[in-house]
């Protein structure tokens, strides 16, 4: 069997120094915010090219207190609406909804899957003060064309960059391009953790400073509580793992881009659309999905020849019960999208045969 994503593969490649670390981590009997934290975010926030990186608990949290810190410095407030594509995977819209702001549902250009910043002209209202642009499947967004409506409407441009770390615009890195950025770790991520972790990264040393404390129950000195917090610190010993991964995400991503190149070079069934890619560093293939119109078949097809492949994701934030106000709403391309998407099997794990077996099943594949 083909796995769509072998996690204890990749994690393996890791391991001794894993045990040396948890080794050392035991012995120094620190365990929440310590030495770890402080070289993940300062490596991290490197990474990226951002002055500040404040690790959280998982990337549901990072945009949560994005969100929130902009409304304690009274740059949002209550009943703001942020523009976000309405494609997205539903943690985005969570963020906002749990920040008390209105998300408003963009659809995304069908060739990138990111929000299409043609369309959001006739989304704008004067309650509009945010855009949230998901970086999907690893591909960067419209990040100038969005710049530019921004900065013409005055509105936060904020990052979920929770399926791009490393993805490169021009020099930039995701979670440089905006106002903001909310990272995941989630362990399936391109930089995954060994279980939940998450961080922010910005240039904006207030919304920084509020952040750090918001993650710490609203508390920069111990027992002194400045605002109304939450615990989402970022795990000691996940920080710990992450300092041995985060060297090793930039030859990740480039083997995820060589097995993209062959997936769009060897796939040639006509029935089959391909992903766009400019073949710029702007791509980490965090996924790789392909659409067809008859995809559940396409799907049993490579299960009966041992490839699995996954659905990201089936279900439209629209149409799912938690937003049933919405559940009649027509977002054309973003049912589409829902309808026909399949993710191939991706990690930079997979070997040059288990590739040729997908591309092979692929173009044998008819209906
Ligand atoms: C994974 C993900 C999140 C949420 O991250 P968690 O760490 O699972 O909370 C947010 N947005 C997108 C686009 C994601 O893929």
């Known amino acids: 069997m083909i796995h769509f994503l072998d996690l204890k593969k990749m994690n393996q490649t890791h391991e001794q120094q894993f045990e040396q670390k948890l080794k050392q981590f035991l012995a120094s009997g ?3 915010l310590g030495k770890e934290t402080e ?13 500040y990186a404040i690790g959280v608990a998982n990337g549901l949290d990072a945009l949560i207190l994005i969100l929130k810190g902009y409304i304690l410095l009274g740059k949002l407030k209550k009943g703001d609406e942020v523009l976000v594509p309405a494609n997205t995977y539903i943690a985005s819209i969570l963020a906002i909804l749990q920040a008390e702001l209105i998300p408003v549902l963009v659809e995304p250009d069908i060739n990138t899957y990111n929000i299409d910043p043609k369309k959001i002209a006739e989304k704008l209202t004067s309650k509009s ?4 642009a998901v970086h999907l499947y690893g591909q960067l967004s419209d990040m100038p064309a969005l710049a530019k409506i921004a900065t013409e409407n005055k509105l936060l441009l904020i990052e979920d960059s929770a ?3 490393g993805a490169i615009l021009v020099n930039k890195r995701s979670g440089n391009l905006g106002n903001a950025s909310g990272f995941s770790f ?17 240039n904006d040393q207030e919304l920084a400073e509020v952040i750090t404390s918001l993650r710490n129950y609203g508390s920069e000195k111990k027992y002194h509580n400045q605002y109304i917090g939450i615990n989402s610190r970022l795990d000691e010993l996940q920080a710990a ?13 480039l083997a995820r881009r060589t097995i993209a190149k062959r997936y769009l070079t060897e796939i040639n069934n006509p029935k089959i659309i391909l992903p766009f890619w400019d073949e710029s560093e ?9 659409r067809t119109q008859n995809r559940d078949d396409l799907q049993s097809f490579l299960l009966e020849n041992q490839i699995q492949t996954m659905i990201h994701y089936p279900i439209a934030p629209h149409q799912q019960k938690a937003l049933s106000e919405w559940n009649n709403l027509n977002f054309p391309i973003t049912e589409q999208i829902h309808r026909e998407i399949l993710s191939l099997p991706m990690s930079p794990v997979l070997t040059n045969d288990e590739v040729s077996q997908v591309i092979e099943a692929i173009n044998k594949w008819t209906y």
């Open 282 to 290: 702007n791509h980490v293939f965090h996924l790789f999905v392909i």
């Open 30 to 32: 620190w365990y929440v």
């Open 129 to 132: 003060k945010a855009i949230l």
């Open 39 to 51: 070289k993940f975010e300062q490596d991290f926030a490197n990474y990226c090219g951002a002055e």
């Open 241 to 253: 793992f992450l300092n041995i991964k985060l060297p090793t995400l930039d030859a990740d991503n």
């Open 186 to 202: 989630y362990p399936s991520k391109n930089l995954g953790a060994l279980g939940d972790a998450g961080a922010v990264t910005t």
């Open 163 to 165: 399926q791009s770390h």
